[in-house]
């Protein structure tokens, strides 16, 4: 079976090798010219562990490991009022691996690049389905016959659009906007990351074992923003004028923004939809079922789904409304659970006020004084864990 798999990012390269091993004959279409750098350190959890271990990808993840020691919180004048290990500012236990998004990218592209086409620089502009299969119209002009699409486009799925209909019918904007670039180390980190935290503004910065520079991410409260997903120029003062008033190091990372070769400016969304499939169409990852990067799940969920979606399809011999529908029935409980972590983390991850700074900043710098501070991080990290174990992966 031929299945045609739109974006190249997480889930489309995952979903294209578990096909190749299961003998279908995948095509991966990418808009962008190459597979796309940048973006922050991800965490590979749980399951998702067990679905790179299986793809034999588990030592190489770990020697490009960002090996972050770990992280503090300052204030306005850059004082550090609390400070904490990687694992557990990570969110991470056992053997949960953190690697820049970039890296795992290329890294699952290397793993499939010789067995599977690559057309960079299309997109699909129109899909028509009959009895035998997909006529899809490309950007480029080109044309092709598949039995099956997937739609592994990220948030902005254009797949989503074309099959589902209007991306308003299906994302959640949780009033949020985040943005994600490379930066001059100029804070000397070493593996080590900082966080301050304004009204309604967040700024990060951390510097990896992989990294020369360091990496700056901003995470502010916003309701929904009007503005072009391709003008890059008009992002970065939406973000300028929202930290506009802030202190701390904000205003030098800023600087960094203007010659940052990955900027990444999103709202922080959520999909929602009560299926995943529809005819020959199916969607995986981001756009079918994005838990927002406050989840920290993204990419595991990733990882797991389009293991489950190509491992269903397998099992079906084929029978796409049988393997759609098992992959729905097998995912849709744990992304439920990992969707849920996305709200609430992002309510601790951005302070609504002053007040709740200061409440906050003082009961961080008295928590190294509590007798059970361990307990109370190990704590924290158990309903992530949980739901990054939500699924007893079959071996098809
Ligand atoms: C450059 C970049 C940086 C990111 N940075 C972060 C981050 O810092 N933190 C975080 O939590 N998440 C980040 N994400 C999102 C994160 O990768 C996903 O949440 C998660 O890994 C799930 O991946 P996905 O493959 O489903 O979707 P995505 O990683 O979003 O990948 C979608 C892919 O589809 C491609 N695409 C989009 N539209 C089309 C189209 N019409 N035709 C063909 N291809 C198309 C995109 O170029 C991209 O390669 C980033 C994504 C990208 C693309």
Known sequence: MNVLISGASIAGTTLAYWLR????????????????????????????????SRMGLLDEIRRERTDVQGGSIVNAAGRRVASMDGDTFGGRVDEDAEILRGDLAQLLYGLTRDEVDYLFDDSIATLSEGPDGVDVVFDSGRRGRFDLVVG??????????????????????LGYHVAIFSVPNHLNLDRWELTYVGAGRTALTYST??????????????GPIAYDHRDRAQQQRILAD???????????????????????????????????????????????????PASGQGTSLALVGAYVLAGELAAAGG?????????????????????????????????????QIRFVMTMLSLMRYLPGKDRMAAKAVEHIHRAATAIALKSY
């Open 319 to 355: 029978d796409h409304r049988a393997g759609f529908a098992a992959y729905e029935r097998e995912m849709r409980p744990f992304v439920e659970a990992n969707q849920q972590l996305g709200p609430a983390n992002v309510k601790r991850m951005v302070m609504r006020s002053k007040g």
């Open 242 to 292: 929202a930290y506009a008033a802030e202190g701390w190091e904000v205003p030098r990372l800023l600087e960094g923004m203007a010659a940052a070769p990955d900027f990444y400016f999103d709202s922080l969304s959520q999909v929602h939809m009560d299926h995943w499939s529809t005819g020959r169409v199916a969607l995986v990852g981001d756009s079918a079922y994005c838990a927002s």
């Open 21 to 52: 091993r299961h003998g279908f004959t995948p095509t991966v279409v990418e808009r962008a010219p190459d597979i796309r750098e940048g973006g922050y350190k991800i965490d590979i959890r749980g399951a998702a562990l067990e679905v790179v």
């Open 152 to 173: 592994a486009d990220g948030l902005h799925s254009a797949t989503r659009g074309l099959a589902f209909g209007p991306e308003q019918r299906f994302v959640r904007d």
């Open 209 to 222: 074992a992989k990294d020369t520079g360091a990496k700056a991410m901003f995470l502010f409260s916003s």
